[in-house]
């Protein structure tokens, strides 16, 4: 399953809102330095839909605030 993400880093709390079947917004505490808020982008969504951190993938967007992550 592919779903579209708008990456919120920096954010002051964590929190996966869906909007609408296929698109979300992520918010995350961790700063878009090193990759940091990506790790937190995925574990996040991971927890959100009850499944492996290794299960959750980006497949488009690692340096945009636009992502598609992948759910297998």
Request: aromatic share 6%.
């Amino acid at each position: 399953m592919k779903i579209f993400v708008k990456a919120k880093p920096g954010a002051r709390e964590e929190l996966v809102e869906r909007i609408d079947e296929n698109n979300f917004d992520v918010s995350v505490h961790a700063p878009p330095v090193k990759g940091l808020a990506n790790q937190a982008i995925i574990k996040a969504v991971a927890q959100y839909f009850k499944v492996a951190p290794s299960r959750v993938r980006i497949v488009s967007g690692f340096t945009s605030r636009q992502k598609v992550l992948e759910i297998s």
